[in-house]
Nanobody, 124 residues
């Protein structure tokens, strides 16, 4: 069983930056892809970014390319994925979820494990 603990959400002015963190412990999280999704009320959850187990492959939704960067640090006991968000826009406001699963699954919008979500609010 993998446990996910997210942190780093908050409120920021448009144009500002935030960094989200998600620490995965337990199970074999180091062999999984890790990613971030976001959701606003009334809309479906949206894929934001994903990274392969070794960090050599990354993918982003078109709307965040050039502004967001996903990275990860693998440790035997804990694996952490980060989402550095810059040049934030009002439309980036959402509840952001960390996810762990296969790379193909993350790309398709599915995951083996989900975090509880952390709110990002961008004031225009």
């Amino acid at each position: 069983q993998v446990q996910l603990l997210e942190s780093g959400g908050g409120s920021v002015q448009a144009g500002g930056s935030l960094r989200l963190s998600c620490a995965a412990s337990g199970g074999t999280s180091g062999t999984y892809g890790m990613g971030w999704f976001r959701q606003v009320p009334g809309k479906e959850r949206e894929f934001v970014a994903a990274i392969s187990p070794t960090g050599t492959w990354k993918e982003y939704v078109e709307s965040v390319k050039g502004r967001f960067t996903i990275s990860r640090v693998n440790d035997n006991a804990k694996n952490t994925v980060y989402l550095q968000m810059s040049s934030l826009k009002f439309e980036d406001t959402a509840l952001y979820f960390c996810a762990v699963g296969s790379v193909a699954g993350l790309q398709a919008g599915t995951a083996n494990y989900w975090g509880q979500g952390t709110q990002v609010t961008v004031a225009s």
